[in-house]
């Protein structure tokens, strides 16, 4: 199933890995990432192929979006609130999916989730999937790259209090997809900048 990629017909994030992730958050130590370098990062991007950075007050932040990609409807519940754009050919993508929780959240903890749902094996898959990489950055974002037999996925998280942010791009692994389109996808979600309130850093 993929937690972050469906490009063909949007994404479901399942409820349970939110939960599960709630339950073991209490007490956690949360790391925030500073909106202010986030913004001056923001500006540095090669901004070719992308339409000018723009807000999304539905899954509050502020991000380039690549021309002609086709947003997906957004998918709204009771824990996350999801934006996901695709490309032209169906065959990548970039999404947001925004959290607003009553304790806060660690970055650690999503990034924890959401690799291990990524990597283990789907029923009747023959192989598990495999975690490529796991980093942060200089901004203080915690990223893990992951794929599937499904999809390939690059993504981080941000969190700010009880507000949290997972951001990831990806592609279909059997289909063809563009060096291009790769690009743009993870340009987008490197633009992305929540948008908080005055005490942001």
């Known amino acids: 199933m993929g937690v972050f990629m469906r490009v063909d017909r949007g994404v479901r994030l399942p409820a349970g890995l939110l939960l599960l992730g709630l ?39 502020t991000w380039a979006i690549p021309e002609k990609w086709q947003a997906l409807p ?11 754009y695709r490309a032209p050919s169906c065959n990548a993508g970039v999404g947001v999916a925004y959290m607003h929780t009553p304790i806060p959240l660690s970055a650690d903890m999503l990034i924890w989730i959401a690799k291990n749902e990524y990597t283990k094996r789907e029923a009747g898959a ?3 999937g495999r975690l490529i990489d796991e980093w ?31 951001v990831y791009s990806g592609y279909r692994m059997k289909s ?20 908080t309130g005055p005490d942001a850093r």
């Open 23 to 61: 339950v073991f958050l209490t007490g956690c130590q949360t790391q925030v990432v500073s909106t202010r370098l986030l913004t001056r990062h923001q500006r540095t991007i090669d901004h070719d192929g992308m339409l000018p950075v723009q807000p999304d007050e539905a899954i509050h932040v």
């Open 176 to 195: 063809k997809v563009t060096p291009q389109e790769i690009q743009r996808a993870q340009t987008a979600a490197d633009s992305v900048v929540p948008m």
């Open 136 to 166: 942060t950055d200089n901004l203080g974002r915690h990223w893990f790259e992951a794929e599937n037999p499904r999809y390939h996925v690059k993504g981080y998280a941000i969190t700010h209090g009880t507000d949290a942010w997972i």
């Open 74 to 84: 957004t998918s709204k519940t009771f824990l996350y609130t999801h934006q996901q």
């Open 126 to 128: 023959k192989q598990a």
